[in-house]
Structure formats: C-alpha cells, structure tokens
C-alpha cells in the first residue's frame, strides 16, 4: 500500500506559512530601500541607526525591568496560591479559584479598561508601577495554573519521609518540596515572563509618560513609518532567542551527562 503525502505535505505547508514572514523580515533588515517593495542592496543602515535610537533602548529597559519584577512576584504570588487551591477545600476556595482563574479568560481590552479605571478612581500615576500591577494580575494566573497542574500529580508522602527522618515543615519545604516544584515554577515563570514582554492591549491603557515599553514602541514606530527599524530589531530579537534557547538546551544535555 502506498504511502498518502497528504500529512508531509500539509506539514511543509504549515511551517512555510509560519517561517517565511520571518525569513522576509530577516531578509529585508539587510535592504538598503526604505521600502519593502524594491530591493536597494545590502546593508547595516537600519542596524546602525538602531544603536542611535535611544526611545527604543529606553522602552527595551522599561519593557525587561517589568518584566523581571513581574516574574518574580508572580512565581512567588503563584506558586502560594495553587498550593493553597491544592490543599485546602472549601466554599472560600471556590471563590479563590474563581480568582485566579477569571484573568486567563477575561479579554485584554476589557481587562486593560477596567485596570485603568481602578488606578484613576484611586488616583495612583500611572507609569512603570500601574504596569507592573497589571502585568502581575494575569500572570499569577498563569503561574498558579501550571503549578497547581503540578501539584495534582505529586506524591506527598516524600513530604512526610521527610518529616519521619525529623525535618521540620520549613526544612521539607525548603530542601524536599520546592526542589520538586521546580520545573512547574520555572515553566509558569518563563511564561508569565514572555506574556509581560509580549502584551501590548493591558499596557497600553495603563501606561504613562516615560514608561513606554517595547510593544507601545514598535506600535509607534509602525504609525511613524519606520518598518526597516522594526525588521532590524525583530532581527535582533529572534538572534538573542535563538541563542538563550540553544544555551538553556547545552544546559540541559550537560546535566543528563552528569546524571
């Protein structure tokens, strides 16, 4: 029987028509024209003015400093909260789910109005801090799910082998159970992490003057016509993410070796 070329093919389909944009984007960086359009030769102008561009460096600092704050809180914030959900049970648990789960399902522009109207009525400046209170509402979200996820499937009783050999509940927690935990507190901070970098609708309602991140700022320069700058710095950005995925994979190839 002959094999169908139908699944190699649909296969082939769906990563050309996620991979060439980028390709483009990439291709074009190097494009001496302004325009897409006509191909004007090779060159680092738009590279080279990048490194002048102060507003975009400035709204990368911005972007990153939320970005870390924001994964810190919200792994810490998170992970105390799908413990809580875990072990205890309750009509106050149910209201506490409800919680945490109304960020991941609630849209953005609804999400961002509502933030932004909850800082006017309390008078706080909005700018860098009103953007990290944002960001941390929904990303606890995100963390606390995939630690709860987690928990589901942990086996306790090495908690309480612990505690028979005379840890006490900090030492267990501290030296037995966050150990553990570790993968599902990594992967809930990486993923609150790219959701602060990447989110644009919450932060644009709750931004303020001189705290312009990465995604207000390519949106401005989108309006103001730059898009040679644009490709060059998404040019930039997927070479630094290609390279922390490769380090983070030698990482864990190393460890396999030693183990």
Same mark, same amino acid.
């Given at each position: 029987?002959?094999?169908?070329?139908?699944?190699? $093919?649909?296969?082939?389909?769906?990563?050309? /028509?996620?991979?060439?944009?980028?390709?483009?984007? %990439?291709?074009?960086? /190097?494009?001496?024209?302004?325009?897409?359009?006509?191909?004007?030769?090779?060159?680092?102008?738009?590279?080279?003015?990048?490194?002048?561009?102060? !507003?975009?460096?400035?709204?990368?600092?911005? +972007? $990153?400093?939320?970005?870390?704050?924001?994964?810190?809180?919200?792994?810490?914030?998170?992970?105390?909260?799908?413990?809580?959900?875990?072990?205890?049970?309750?009509?106050?648990q149910r209201i506490h789910?409800?919680?945490?789960y109304t960020p991941l399902?609630?849209?953005?522009?609804?999400?961002?109005?509502?933030? =932004?109207?909850?800082?006017?009525?309390?008078?706080?400046? =909005?700018?860098?801090? #009103?953007?990290?209170?944002?960001?941390?509402?929904?990303?606890?979200?995100?963390?606390?799910?995939?630690?709860?996820?987690?928990?589901?499937? /942990?086996?306790?009783?090495?908690?309480?082998?612990?505690?028979?050999?005379?840890?006490?509940?900090?030492?267990?927690?501290?030296?037995? $159970?966050?150990?553990?935990?570790?993968?599902?507190?990594?992967?809930?901070?990486?993923?609150?992490?790219?959701?602060?970098?990447?989110?644009?609708?919450?932060?644009?309602?709750? +931004?303020?003057?001189?705290?312009? #991140?990465?995604? %207000?700022?390519?949106?401005?320069? %989108?309006?103001?016509?730059?898009?040679?700058?644009?490709?060059?710095?998404?040019?930039?950005?997927?070479?630094?993410?290609?390279?922390?995925?490769?380090?983070?994979?030698?990482?864990?190839? !190393?460890?396999?070796?030693?183990?």
């Open positions: 029987m002959k094999r169908s070329r139908i699944p190699l $093919l649909t296969t082939i389909a769906v990563l050309v /028509f996620f991979y060439l944009p980028i390709f483009v984007l %990439i291709v074009h960086s /190097f494009n001496a024209s302004r325009f897409s359009g006509t191909w004007g030769g090779f060159s680092l102008r738009w590279y080279q003015r990048l490194m002048t561009e102060r !507003e975009i460096w400035q709204a990368l600092k911005n +972007t $990153l400093i939320v970005a870390v704050s924001v994964t810190m809180v919200s792994m810490v914030l998170g992970t105390l909260a799908a413990f809580a959900l875990h072990r205890f049970h309750g009509c106050l789910y409800a919680i945490i399902v609630v849209p953005d522009i609804l999400m961002g109005i509502s933030l =932004l109207l909850f800082f006017v009525a309390t008078g706080m400046r =909005l700018g860098l801090t #009103t953007i990290f209170l944002a960001h941390t509402s929904f990303c606890v979200s995100y963390v606390a799910m995939v630690v709860l996820a987690r928990l589901q499937d /942990f086996d306790f009783s090495v908690i309480e082998a612990a505690q028979d050999l005379g840890a006490n509940w900090w030492t267990a927690t501290w030296r037995v $159970l966050l150990p553990l935990l570790a993968p599902g507190i990594a992967a809930g901070g990486l993923l609150s992490f790219t959701l602060s970098i990447d989110d644009f609708v919450i932060t644009f309602f709750v +931004t303020g003057p001189g705290a312009t #991140t990465l995604p %207000i700022q390519i949106y401005s320069m %989108i309006k103001h016509g730059s898009p040679p700058l644009i490709n060059a710095l998404s040019t930039i950005l997927l070479v630094v993410t290609f390279v922390i995925v490769w380090w983070a994979q030698q990482l864990t190839r !190393e460890e396999y070796r030693h183990e």
